[in-house]
């Protein structure tokens, strides 16, 4: 009764369209679909652990504290193939003389949201890790455009990178797939990459407990295809090409960031 009930985040308008269209296919499956959009992945977190959500849509940082939040024992059930891989890219502008951390050394350096894993979280535990601290050693500033979105909307990090190419600052964090966007729109030309950070993975849905429409809903997941009429469109807005089986091997990095506590660097400034 009510159908399987799926949280989704909605950072951008295009998440309702999006589980519309899939929870259309889902019904025609004969898996009823109960979709329920939240503004913040805490209170979706929130409505997990309270018992209203089947499984939540989760960011690779939700489904950390998910972990933290029940001992370990959440689980998850699939990825999209866009999920793995991902990085934090530091860049600046080609030919601004800036080719290594080296040089960006007492230089503006701009990151992300406060609770974005890919423009705050993993870069600044990296980078720790490989013995730099980016308020020691750069002029670090950071964008809290759309705190409760883990990042999801790519907001801060394009506005850092537009402070770049204005002279701004000196660099910023982008994760890869935003370097990608913009590449693909070829605005990256001028761009250099001075770092990159380890490989890590994203999104995923998180689940707690046993139920065996756990495994149908995955099923079901892993039998989409892009080519259908009724899936190219929602898959492509959802930036997913085919949903593959969860792999924590990229998360590692993120629990351990999580592990060793608060990872916010910067100064909050606020750009229109």
Not at 46 to 71: I, K, Q, S
Not at 155 to 161: I, K
Not at 214 to 237: T, V
Request: net charge negative; charged share 25%.
């Amino acid at each position: 009764m009510g159908g399987y009930r799926l949280g989704a985040v909605v950072y951008h308008p295009k998440v309702e369209q999006i589980w519309h269209d899939f929870g259309a296919w889902f019904g025609e499956q004969g898996f009823a679909l109960a979709p329920r959009y939240f503004d913040s992945y805490d209170d979706q977190l929130d409505a997990l652990m309270a018992g209203e959500l089947d499984t939540a849509w989760n960011t690779n940082l939700a489904h950390v504290l998910a972990l933290r939040r029940t001992g370990g024992s959440a689980g998850a059930l699939a990825m999209r193939d866009t999920d793995r891989g991902w990085h934090s890219r530091i860049v600046a502008l080609a030919g601004s003389g800036i080719a290594s951390l080296d040089d960006l050394r007492g230089r503006r350096v701009g990151f992300g949201d406060a609770d974005s894993p890919q423009a705050q979280i993993l870069p600044v535990h990296a980078l720790r890790a490989q013995g730099w601290d980016p308020e020691r050693d750069f002029v670090a500033t950071r964008l809290d455009r759309d705190v409760g979105k883990h990042g999801d909307t790519g907001g801060a990090e394009l506005a850092q990178l537009a402070r770049v190419r204005a002279g701004e600052l000196d660099a910023c964090v982008v994760s890869s797939v935003t370097f990608d966007a913009v590449a693909r729109m070829g605005d990256a030309t001028e761009l250099a990459t001075i770092w990159r950070s380890p490989a890590f993975h994203h999104c995923c849905f998180t689940v707690l407990g046993d139920d065996p429409r756990h495994g149908r809903f995955a099923e079901l997941l892993f039998s989409m295809d892009a080519a259908d009429p009724k899936l190219c469109e929602p898959m492509e807005l959802e930036y997913v090409n085919r949903w593959v089986a969860f792999d924590d091997s990229g998360y590692h990095d993120l629990v351990e960031a999580v592990r060793a506590g608060p990872v916010v660097v910067g100064h909050a400034e606020v750009v229109t």
